[in-house]
């Protein structure tokens, strides 16, 4: 199923208008249609977009080990 560029912005809490803005840039898959407008399937979006764990801050008591 496509969607449109806002509903991807909804369902990742983007500012609106950055998937438009990324597919634009070849950065994010999507699909033209013959009208121009750009469509997207959020199974093919999910293939792309990387979760990345937030950083803890290391408290500086705490000990840190730099061998591995």
Do not use: C, N, Q
């Amino acid at each position: 199923m496509f969607v449109r560029p806002e509903a991807v912005d909804r369902h990742y809490a983007w500012s609106p208008g950055k998937a438009l803005r990324l597919a634009r840039r070849g950065l994010l898959p999507h699909h033209r249609l013959p009208d121009g407008s750009i469509r997207f399937r959020l199974d093919e979006v999910a293939g792309v977009v990387v979760s990345v764990p937030a950083t803890v801050p290391v408290d500086e008591e705490s000990e840190v080990r730099h061998d591995a």
